[in-house]
């Protein structure tokens, strides 16, 4: 994927997931990630990787930050996503996060939001959910399972 110079317009996400970033409990992978998410309603959350010795019980920035504005907010719906890590090229959401983005994307599912992965030389890799995540498992996939139960 392209990357490009991080929009100067989302410098505060930047600095917020960054911040967030240095939290980081990654002694294992010894690779800190921050991540933050602007919501429809304007606020503004962050969280960080949190990472265990038994590995699958790791949480990535993406999944905190957003588990963070659930507890505070209750519904929510994430207009734009900026995730920092110190990678060239930066990383992109792993998968399990991008069904839990999916869960929460405004107009979802169906609609897409933007996605900035970058890194701290502030290179981004600006794409959106849906190119990130075409064919997603939506309620829609549940219902449909469900009625045929
Ligand atoms: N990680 C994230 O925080 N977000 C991602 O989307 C990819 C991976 C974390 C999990 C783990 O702590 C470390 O990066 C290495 O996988």
Known sequence: MKTSRLPARLKPLYALAKKARKNSHSPYSGCKVGAAILLTNGKVFSGCNVENSSYGATVCAERGAIQTAVAAEGKIKIAQIVVVTDSSPPWLPCALCRQVISEFAAK??????????????????????????????????????????
């Open 108 to 149: 979802s599912p169906g609609g897409d939001i933007p996605v900035h992965c970058t890194n701290l030389e502030g290179d981004a890799i600006s794409t959106t959910f849906l190119a990130l995540y075409p064919g997603l498992f939506s309620p829609e996939e549940l219902r449909a399972g469900q009625s045929r139960a």
